[in-house]
């Protein structure tokens, strides 16, 4: 079902759940209705929705809901008497077929709805679904399953991925009703005088301030944690008055903190929330009606989603400003309307083979009931995720977790999963302890708690950013100025700060790339101010800084390709412009160089951005030849960019989680550390070990294939490429960096390339430590 | 390399390990044998052979050196006894004329009887003559001797122009203290401080150098 948000959607399928169960005149006893969210605050939403449908016809139709926060006492009266209805999440399934028995639990389901499917869709939490639902259809072949989305550009694969191949009739229904959004952007005064690079978009705090102001309540979305806690910060000391009325909101924060925001919310006693994607979601905040973009958005689906939080009663206008943090970006406002305009939105693109998920997933059935293979792999390749794993390749996974690899050593003592009368099954009380507290897929980095000395929980941020703190050392967090007074146990305990000042966090984690919708519609839009067509705002807005484009490089036409040199005292740097989002870049800078550097060896730094990439040497780069000889060829692409040496680096890093997903190193608990120590080694160990020593170790392919698939996006890679090759490349040589150059001249983040053997590197760079 | 310590000749070997030219002491920490084992035993499958280079390691090392003693400081041996055992008896059974001392380490759980019917010595904390103290981890009292001691597992990030960067192990020397760097190729590194108070040795293919 697709609808927009704030149409009904939950009580549409609640009904029909409700009347599949009344219509019934025996009516069978235990779980009925199985509801999967992304999110506990969605959890209680639903919860709340559907109880009070309970309460108010008087239904004899109790609803419970299991979440990490469920009791251990609630869960043991659900293990007794289960509900008719439980609303839970992907995770807390897979912990109910982690117990013994759970057939029986499930013996009588009739009905699962997989809510905000799109958000699940793909991450592994999708697989985690699809996996589940396989097994929930082996015990109910008549099992019905229903999906809620919002719009994507591949809705109809998504139902498919949710259905799996099975038997079974299915229908996508679609709502006419379209959510009004209207864009504006808060532009700078003069352009002339607003920075050509950044992040933050601090300048234009006084632009927001009228819009909090004619608001009844505010929430202004931001791309990162750390921006998300300077936002705050600032805002508050430009106007104090809103002490009291402003909140903050983002992942990291502790469930305490972040409920009272919610809640706080939800009875618009708030007049503005600074938030991250972490208030994407679900949860209805009917008081709020401006909603504030500050950055680039990089999707056009997650503008709408944010967007939608506003305005959230039927027929109601979303209203949504965004605010650029540099001036190139300006551009994507207008790019963003025309993008809605014509219904550009993104797909979700699925995990496919995820090894790590199934083999997770393989010993969380052992230690309930166990399984026999032959059944078990005719379910999973029912599923999207697993309809090509040949047989031979789920053999490679028995053996991984019976005997740790395909080992045929006599003395081997590897020891997870038994065959017992040819069902597999742990029979390890430790093993199976360790993995419950395994079971997922959202692997996070080592997280310290912060806590006041009172006790009271304020959130996590990452071991690194505290590691470089001393007892007395004052920092941002939650909207407090903290001083960290001790850590122990992986706590960091903290008391409040009158210094006013002090470092903010940052948390690492994965940057979006423009997504190629958004692209799409900057390149129109470029061309149109070519063409002498612009007129929305933003372009004429913008007229000023493309003249200077044109005058000291040049603005390319839809069917040019502009690539810019420019040498400075840091080296040589070449610069290229496609528009095809940083992760396209990342892949694309690190082929070029590849390719380069067989003309002559050569070490290259590389930067990226959304709208380009630079290569920057200590030599002068030989872009006119690498030209001739083939740069954009689409042959060899495989083979080229695996000899480049970040993949490597990329894969490793992927390799992270699917080394936790799949229990070769265990999750960070924080305060259980000490016990599992011993056991305890990095993924990059295993990732070199099985690198050296077992290269066709599926978790190691994933971890590559995965590269390519997100990383690298290689269908889009090879249509950049495509394109490249139909266009005219236009070569500039600046006297002066341009305002498409400065932005990645000035990116902090860089990534190296080098042809030159490790030792040979070594050395120069010990060498260089001289100088 | 051959560095002096406390006013004797010493050589830092690029196999990771440290040599006492007057008194033929080859000196190794953290081996870490066994490892392997010890995961899969636990249900965690690294491949059966990512150990041999271990093995194979300190064969050709005990055979360049000939060395009379050799003292293992700590982390022979990880976690209790497994298989391995039987690769590491192999190994030292080769080496009649050397006289092998094990300074236990938190990992050496492997029964103390076991090493000594292989003819090692077994010590429990550490190894004081008149100049040197041998330890596993670095010790804590105050002391006017060099203390030479593993554990750490020292490691170094050299960064250089246009933000290229590696992390290699290394030897550090820093007031009375010189850490070794962890033999076992299992093993992780710890990032150490580039204060200047430390001389650091970093570990190549092929050879030593000081930073």
């Known amino acids: 079902m697709n609808a927009p948000t704030g149409f009904g959607k939950t009580y549409a399928i609640w009904f029909g759940v409700l009347q599949n169960y009344f219509a019934r005149k025996k009516r069978k006893a235990g779980l009925h209705c199985l509801w999967l969210t992304p999110l506990r605050a969605l959890s209680k939403e639903i919860y709340y929705s559907t109880q009070q449908v309970s309460d108010e016809l008087g239904l004899d139709y109790e609803i419970a809901m299991r979440t990490g926060d469920t009791t251990q006492k609630e869960r043991q009266r659900q293990k007794k008497k289960m509900p008719q209805g439980l609303i839970t999440t992907p995770e807390s399934v897979h912990l109910l077929l982690a117990q013994k028995g759970y057939n029986e639990t499930f013996k009588n389901l009739e009905v699962v709805v997989v809510d905000e499917w799109h958000e699940l869709l793909g991450t592994k939490r999708g697989v985690l679904i699809e996996l589940a639902l396989s097994r929930l259809k082996a015990i109910n072949p008549k099992l019905k399953v229903w999906g809620i989305s919002a719009t994507i550009g591949n809705l109809e694969e998504a139902k498919e991925i949710l259905l799996g191949t099975g038997q079974g009739k299915s229908k996508l229904i679609r709502s006419t009703l379209e959510k009004q959004i209207e864009i504006e952007t808060l532009l700078p005064d003069q352009i002339e005088k607003y920075p050509w690079a950044g992040h933050l978009g601090i300048t234009l705090l006084d632009k927001i301030l009228p819009v909090i102001h004619n608001s009844n309540t505010t929430l202004i979305f931001t791309n990162v944690r750390s921006q998300c806690e300077i936002w705050y910060q600032r805002l508050l000391e430009a106007e104090p008055e809103l002490a009291g009325q402003l909140a903050i909101h983002h992942g990291s924060l502790s469930e305490d903190v972040r409920l009272w925001v919610e809640n706080a919310l939800h009875d618009g006693l708030l007049k503005a929330v600074v938030c991250t994607s972490s208030l994407d979601l679900g949860v209805d905040f009917r008081p709020v009606d401006s909603v504030i973009q500050i950055g680039s958005p990089k999707g056009v689906a997650r503008f709408m989603q944010r967007a939608g939080r506003s305005g959230h009663q039927p027929g109601a206008v979303s209203k949504i400003f965004f605010l650029p943090t540099h001036s190139l970006e300006i551009i994507e406002g207008s790019a963003m309307r025309h993008a809605i305009a014509h219904k550009q939105i993104e797909q979700r693109v699925p995990y496919i083979r995820s090894f790590d998920v199934l083999i997770q997933f393989m010993v969380t059935l052992a230690i309930s009931d166990g399984f026999r293979a032959d059944e078990l792999y005719n379910e999973i390749i029912k599923t999207h995720c697993f309809e090509s794993v040949s047989r031979e390749e789920f053999n490679w996974c028995l053996a991984f977790i019976t005997k740790g690899g395909k080992s045929l050593d006599n003395y081997d003592e590897f020891h997870k999963v038994v065959v017992v009368d040819d069902v597999y099954r742990v029979v390890s009380r430790k093993v199976a302890m360790r993995h419950r507290l395994n079971i997922g897929v959202i692997v996070s980095d080592s997280m310290l708690h912060i806590k006041f000395l009172g006790g009271k929980r304020l959130g996590m941020v990452e071991e690194w950013f505290v590691s470089r703190l001393n007892p007395g050392d004052v920092f941002w967090f939650a909207g407090h100025n903290l001083e960290l007074i001790r850590i122990k146990d992986m706590t960091a305990f903290v008391r409040k700060s009158t210094k006013g000042k002090g470092v903010f966090p940052s948390w690492q984690g994965g940057r979006m790339p423009l ?35 044109e005058k000291v490089s040049h603005l390319p036409h839809v069917s040019e390709l502009l690539i810019e040199k420019a040498h400075t005292k840091e080296g040589y740097h070449v610069f290229v412009f496609s528009f095809e989002g940083r992760n396209v870049h990342e892949g694309l800078s690190s082929l070029f160089a590849f390719r380069i550097a067989k003309i002559k060896p050569m070490t290259f730094s590389l930067g990226f951005n959304d709208y380009g990439f630079e290569l920057l040497s200590d030599q002068e780069i030989p872009i006119e030849q690498a030209l001739e000889n083939g740069l954009f060829n689409t042959e060899h692409l495989s083979a080229d960019i695996y000899a480049s040496v970040n993949i490597n680096e990329m894969a490793k890093r992927k390799f992270r989680d699917i080394a936790t997903i799949s229990g070769l190193v265990l999750g ?104 | 390399m051959q560095i002096s310590l406390q006013g004797k000749p010493f050589t830092l070997l690029h196999e990771k390990a440290l040599y ?3 008194e033929s002491l080859l000196i190794i920490a953290d081996v870490h044998l066994g490892k392997v084992n010890h995961f899969r035993k636990e249900g965690i499958s690294m491949p059966l052979n990512a150990q041999q280079g271990d093995y194979l390691n300190l064969k050709q090392l005990l055979d360049k050196v000939t060395p009379k003693k050799v003292y293992f400081l700590g982390d022979l041996f990880h976690s209790d006894y497994n298989y391995d055992w039987h690769h590491f008896e192999a190994l030292i059974s080769c080496y009649t004329d050397t006289d092998f001392t094990l300074i236990k380490g938190n990992h050496d759980f492997v029964d103390v009887e076991k090493f000594e019917r292989l003819g090692l010595h077994i010590v429990k904390d550490l190894i004081e003559d008149k100049h040197f103290i041998y330890s596993h981890a670095p010790v804590s009292y105050e002391h006017n001797k060099l203390n030479i001691s593993g554990h750490i597992h020292p490691g170094i990030s050299i960064s250089g122009r246009a933000n290229q960067s590696v992390r290699i192990p290394c030897f550090y020397l820093k007031d009375n203290l010189l850490l070794l760097p962890a033999f076992g190729t299992l093993t992780g590194l710890y990032k150490m401080d580039r204060t200047a108070s430390a001389h650091i040795y970093v570990v190549l293919p092929g050879e030593v150098k000081k930073l």
């Open chain 1, 515 to 549: 997504s190629s919708q958004l692209t799409d519609a900057i390149r129109i839009k470029l061309d149109e101010y070519y063409n002498r067509k612009a007129k929305d705002i933003e372009q004429i807005k913008l007229i000023p800084l493309f003249d200077r484009q």
């Open chain 1, 668 to 771: 960070n608990y924080p305060g259980k550390q000490t016990k599992t120590r011993h056991v305890q080694a990095n993924s990059e160990l295993f990732f070199q070990v099985f690198t050296d020593y077992e290269k066709d170790n599926l978790l190691l392919q994933e971890a590559f294939d995965e590269v390519m698939t997100f990383q690298m996006e290689q269908v889009r890679l090879v249509k950049a490429l495509e394109r490249m090759q139909g266009q005219k490349v236009i070569i500039k040589q600046l006297e002066q960096l341009s305002p498409f150059c400065f932005p990645i001249f000035a990116e902090r983040f860089r990534d190296q390339l080098s042809n030159e053997p490790f030792d040979v590197r070594v050395r120069r760079l010990i060498e260089q430590q001289g100088e």
């Open chain 2, 20 to 22: 006492n030219n007057d």
